[in-house]
């Protein structure tokens, strides 16, 4: 089974304290789904239409197990969390096999 990367790029952040709660519930229940955090904060450097807006690079054992842990209860509580404060685009894309 291949390992996946769950990659979350934040477009617009729209209010600071609804992304705070999104934080404190979206790290554990990520952890507890098995996720890995590889890299989140603001990039170093953006290309082409890339911006410097926050994203995060979160790796899984597998496709599988990253989309239950983004429909899992305890993610979601985090979504609900965030609402309106940020626009997102979350990808899950499975690994290159070794």
Same mark, same amino acid.
């Given at each position: 089974?291949?390992?996946?990367?769950?990659?979350?790029?934040?477009?617009?952040?729209?209010?600071? $304290?609804?992304?705070?709660?999104?934080?404190?519930? *979206?790290?554990?229940?990520?952890?507890?789904?098995?996720?890995?955090?590889? *890299?989140?904060?603001?990039?170093?450097?953006?290309?082409?239409?890339? %911006? %410097?807006?926050?994203?995060?690079?979160?790796?899984?054992?597998?496709?599988?197990?990253?989309? *239950?842990?983004?429909?899992?209860?305890?993610?979601? $509580?985090?979504?609900?969390?965030?609402?309106?404060? $940020?626009?997102?685009?979350?990808?899950?894309?499975?690994?290159?096999?070794?």
């Amino acid at each position: 089974m291949a390992r996946a990367y769950w990659v979350n790029t934040f477009r617009e952040i729209r209010d600071e $304290a609804k992304l705070d709660a999104y934080v404190a519930l *979206a790290g554990p229940a990520i952890h507890a789904g098995g996720g890995r955090f590889l *890299a989140r904060g603001n990039p170093a450097a953006a290309f082409e239409s890339g %911006t %410097t807006n926050r994203v995060a690079l979160i790796e899984f054992d597998s496709v599988e197990q990253a989309v *239950a842990t983004y429909e899992g209860p305890e993610y979601q $509580a985090a979504v609900e969390a965030l609402g309106d404060g $940020a626009v997102r685009d979350i990808r899950i894309i499975e690994a290159i096999p070794d």
